[in-house]
């Protein structure tokens, strides 16, 4: 037996643009069924830039992982120095990197320092 469908409701602006859905009958939003491709589009809108500043956050920690690891080699700190926490972290990323079980996020080129 087929679910029952759940309706999704729609607010537009002036141009006819989606620019906010509700599960809930509100004030100013239009019944539009789950199916319909424009709500799908919009909710792929909306997660573009969140799944965008997560790939960053990926990266940044490749850049922090990298930069601490310099740092540790030039003496400029020790490992030591950093929390029990944090060198167990970098301990298990230095694994991974190592057993090749890495995410690659700077790609197949690893030589750019």
Not at 1 to 22: L, P
Not at 45 to 70: G, K, T
Request: with cysteine; charged share 35%.
């Amino acid at each position: 037996m087929r679910e029952m469908e759940q309706m999704r409701y729609v607010r537009r602006d002036a141009d006819g643009e989606i620019v906010a859905v509700s599960m809930e009958p509100l004030e100013g939003f239009e019944a539009a069924s789950t199916d319909a491709g424009e709500v799908a589009d919009f909710g792929r809108r909306c997660a573009a830039p969140q799944s965008r500043f997560a790939e960053s956050d990926r990266e940044v920690v490749r850049v922090l992982d990298d930069l601490v690891n310099v740092l540790i080699e030039k003496n400029l700190i020790r490992f030591t120095d950093l929390p029990p926490a944090a060198q167990r972290k970098l301990m298990e990323r230095r694994g991974l990197r190592e057993s090749g079980t890495h995410l690659g996020l700077l790609g197949e080129d690893t030589a750019l320092f």
